[in-house]
């Protein structure tokens, strides 16, 4: 029974409602565990003894850093789902989480500038965190860029999801990079096999806040991937069905729908 649910909801036309639907929720979770994370962050937690104020931008910074390998990971888990069973919906997840998961990489990159300016004295070392961080950013641009360049989307969805599965491989690199090599980023404050080195409103402060971003994450991508489906299933009559409500409506699939035009995949990449 739990498997018959399950392929019914991985049906485009079953998937396209929930989505929806699952989408506002998550974005309101956002709204509301970021508004809580950030008062956590700037306004309860203390003063850090050397670093001063300077290190409040960790509870942007590290749950960045964390969503930035997560999503790799769940991003090649769906496409290697998609490789696999050729199926087109885990295939659309993938597609729809890597812009999502080059931002919170390009975010976990620029804070941490901002974070080494006043602490290193430097914008930026080619230390082997930093480095194979930037190089998930590229693996991140590589995948939609090659998925954008083949127009076969069943030959897209099988090349672009043999790059994320190579890329995998990086994701342990930049966990252990501070392990393997002495490196100028500090070792982890949290760990799952010790107690964490910060102040308990610090930590409290830096899971809520990547709460927050798991929740947008959920909600950017199933309205991206609302907007892919509609794109692929274009010929389907449910998908011209819908179209034509939204856009009567003059609503959308969530931001990035034109209420006269429908989706696009230009803003459905955004």
Known sequence: MAAQTLFRFAA?????????????????????????????????????????EAYRIIFVHVPAAWMSMLIYLVMAGWAAVGLVFNARLASTLARALAPTG??????????????G?????????????LTSELMLLFLYLGFLALHGAIEDPRRADRAAALLALVGVVNVPIIYFSVIWWNTLHQG????????????????????????????????VTLW????LVLEREAHAPWAQRARKALAGKGEGAGPGMDSKLGPSVGEAMR
């Open 102 to 115: 080059a931002l919170m990489t390009f975010l976990a990159l620029w804070t941490g500038a901002l974070w």
């Open 188 to 219: 982890a404050s949290v760990s799952l096999t010790r107690a964490p080195s910060m102040a308990t409103t610090m930590l409290a402060g830096m899971l809520v806040m990547a709460l927050a971003f798991w929740m947008y994450t959920i909600a």
């Open 117 to 129: 300016k006043p602490t290193w004295g430097t914008w930026w070392v080619w230390d082997a965190r």
């Open 12 to 52: 485009p036309q079953t998937f396209y409602p929930l989505a929806g639907r699952l989408a506002w929720l998550a974005a309101g979770s956002a709204v509301v565990l970021a508004a809580i994370g950030l008062w956590i962050g700037l306004v309860i937690a203390p003063t850090d003894a050397q670093q001063g």
């Open 224 to 227: 991206r991937a609302r907007l």
